[in-house]
């Protein structure tokens, strides 16, 4: 197993924020995993798991031990007559294998191209993008106990998945008391990908497209190459201006809520859920409060899209934070709500 010292983070954050892990491991194998637990022991600092390096914002340089997750491999587990089984390594590329499995004929993860990350981050946030979400795609992951070197294996309704939410997000002393966060480390996901595969074209941006091409029954491949554009033209692309996709959950609200609001502002975007509750787009809120193209710093709000946060170049973790904090407080005073950020700051 490769142990580097203080190895400059830059590459591995999308953020692009400038800082250096005191020690990191490449984890490349399950028993590079199984060395790196038992390091664990020594290192009263304790770890941080790095995947894609899309979801964290780093406020300093890392005392707690990294464990780079560069577990490879693309495989179809099982083909059965109602679907495809199909596994990838933690630290294969989320994007990739998105396209991987189209290249295969095997259709269901177009919806959620794009998406900056590795495989083994995607369960932990439950990523989601144009009417899809992992879950509805998962079948199992095998993680290591960092407590207790075993490895184990989980199918969905064990990872507890909620909106960008998951068991792997809450440690035991939370509220229901369960929680693997700190504890698991996901070296593969499977996927269970349906023959009956049917497009998912709801959401508004891929109706527009199919409207504006004049093509109502879209292939899997197509509906890839449409949720890449819309991508493309909402978010910045990392390599060019840092970010962390959407800074901030979209928050659920009470019909109550939602009706007091309208009666102050009656534009607000809200879409009613299953469960009664009614999602806010954060974003709009965000907007609403006047915060697009303001910075702190070098951290600025997209002038494109005002739920994601970017580097305009050389910005610290401070700066992201202390944006995201006016942001926070600016729409609480506002509309009287709490926006909850997505990534994790460490
Ligand atoms: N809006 C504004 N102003 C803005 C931004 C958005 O008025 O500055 C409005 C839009 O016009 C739209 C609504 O807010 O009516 C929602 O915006 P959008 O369609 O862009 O989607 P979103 O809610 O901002 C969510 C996910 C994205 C995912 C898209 C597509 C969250 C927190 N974000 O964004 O996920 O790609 O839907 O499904 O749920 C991510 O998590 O990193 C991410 C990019």
């Avoid at 022991?41 to 304790?46: D, L, M």
């Avoid at 396209?99 to 989601?128: F, H, K």
């Avoid at 939410?165 to 369960?178: A, E, L, Q, R, Y």
């Avoid at 409060?289 to 600025?300: D, L, R, Y």
Wanted: net charge neutral.
């Amino acid at each position: 197993m490769n142990v580097s010292h203080n190895v400059p983070l830059q590459p591995y954050n999308s953020f692009g924020i400038v800082a250096k892990a005191y020690s990191l491991l490449q984890i490349c194998t399950e028993a590079n995993a199984v060395e790196a637990q038992k390091r664990l022991k020594s290192h009263p600092e304790g770890h941080c798991v790095l995947g894609g390096g899309s979801n964290i914002v780093l406020t300093g340089d890392v005392k707690p031990l990294v464990l780079k997750m560069e577990i490879l491999g693309k495989r179809l587990v099982v083909e059965t007559d109602k679907a495809w089984i199909v596994e990838a390594g933690a630290g294969e590329n989320w994007h990739e294998l998105v396209t991987w499995t189209l290249q295969q004929g095997w259709p269901g993860l177009e919806n959620l191209a794009l998406i900056p990350g590795s495989v083994g981050a995607s369960p932990v946030q439950n990523i989601g993008a144009y009417g899809v979400e992992l879950q509805d795609r998962f079948e199992s992951l095998d993680a290591l106990d960092l407590l207790t070197g075993q490895v184990f294996t989980l199918n969905a309704a064990q990872c507890a998945f909620g909106y960008r939410d998951s068991v792997f997000k809450h440690t035991s002393s939370g509220p229901n008391g369960i929680g693997l966060s700190g504890r698991a480390l996901i070296l593969r996901v499977r996927f269970h990908l349906p023959k009956n595969w049917k497009p998912v074209l709801g959401y508004l941006d891929l109706e527009k497209k199919m409207a504006e091409t004049g093509i109502s029954n879209p292939t899997a491949l197509q509906i890839c190459d449409w949720v890449c554009s819309i991508r493309r033209s909402k978010l910045p692309d990392p390599k060019v201006l840092g970010n962390a996709g959407s800074f901030f959950k979209n928050p659920t609200v009470t019909p109550e809520q939602c009706a007091d609001i309208i009666a102050r502002d009656p534009k607000v975007v809200h879409y009613p859920m299953p469960d009664g509750s009614i999602k806010l787009a954060a974003g709009w809120l965000i907007d609403a409060c006047g915060w697009k193209g303001k910075s702190v710093g070098n951290a600025a709000v997209y002038e494109k899209q005002a739920l994601v946060l970017v580097n305009l170049g050389g910005a610290t973790g401070g700066e992201v934070v202390t944006l995201a904090k006016a942001i926070q407080t600016s729409v609480y005073e506002r509309f009287g709500i709490r926006l909850e950020p997505e990534p994790v700051v460490i």
